[in-house]
C-alpha cells in the first residue's frame, strides 16, 4: 500500500469582480501546485452547487502560479472560464451576498481551497 494521496497545494484568492455587467468571482491562483479544473481532478463548488468547467482543455492544461478564471451564472448554471463567451448573463451574487467557494480535489478528498467572497 502507497503513501496517501494529497491534494495539490496552492494558494487561491477570489474576490467579486464585474463581468459583462454582471457580479461574477475572479479566481487567482498565487502559488503552488498546479490545479486541474476539470471535473476528473477537482469538484468546484459554489455555495454547495457544482460549476460545469468550459475550459478548453481543462484536463491536461494545468491552472498555474499567475493565471486567474471566473466563475459566473448563466441561467442559473455555475461556470468556470477564462470569459463568458455565453449571451446569458446572470449575477452570481448581489450587493450585500457571501458566497462561499470550495475546491475539492477528486481523488483525495481533500480540501484545495475554501474561500469566502463578499459582494
Same mark, same amino acid.
Given at each position: /500500500?502507497?503513501?496517501?494521496? #494529497?491534494?495539490? #497545494?496552492? *494558494? =487561491?484568492?477570489? *474576490?467579486?469582480?464585474?463581468? &459583462?455587467?454582471? +457580479?461574477?468571482? !475572479? ?8 490545479? $486541474? =479544473?476539470?471535473? @476528473?481532478?477537482? !469538484? %468546484?463548488?459554489?455555495?454547495?452547487? @457544482?460549476?460545469?468547467?468550459? =475550459?478548453?482543455?481543462? &484536463?491536461?492544461?494545468?491552472? &498555474?502560479?499567475?493565471?486567474?478564471? $471566473? ?5 442559473? %448554471?455555475? $461556470? ?6 455565453? &449571451?446569458?448573463?446572470?449575477? =452570481?451574487?448581489?450587493?450585500?451576498? *457571501? %458566497? ?7 481523488? *483525495?478528498?481533500? /480540501?484545495?481551497?475554501?474561500?469566502? %467572497? +463578499?459582494?
Amino acid at each position: /500500500m502507497g503513501p496517501p494521496e #494529497q491534494a495539490p #497545494q496552492a *494558494s =487561491l484568492r477570489a *474576490s467579486g469582480v464585474m463581468m &459583462d455587467g454582471e +457580479n461574477a468571482i !475572479k479566481l487567482e491562483h498565487q502559488g503552488g501546485d498546479a490545479v $486541474y =479544473l476539470d471535473a @476528473t481532478h477537482t !469538484k %468546484v463548488l459554489i455555495d454547495g452547487t @457544482t460549476a460545469t468547467t468550459v =475550459l478548453a482543455n481543462a &484536463d491536461t492544461e494545468a491552472f &498555474d502560479a499567475g493565471e486567474f478564471v $471566473y466563475l459566473f451564472n448563466v441561467s442559473g %448554471v455555475y $461556470y468556470i472560464d477564462t470569459l463568458n463567451t455565453t &449571451d446569458t448573463k446572470d449575477p =452570481l451574487a448581489t450587493s450585500g451576498d *457571501s %458566497v462561499n467557494v470550495k475546491i475539492v480535489d477528486v481523488s *483525495s478528498q481533500q /480540501m484545495i481551497a475554501d474561500l469566502q %467572497v +463578499n459582494f
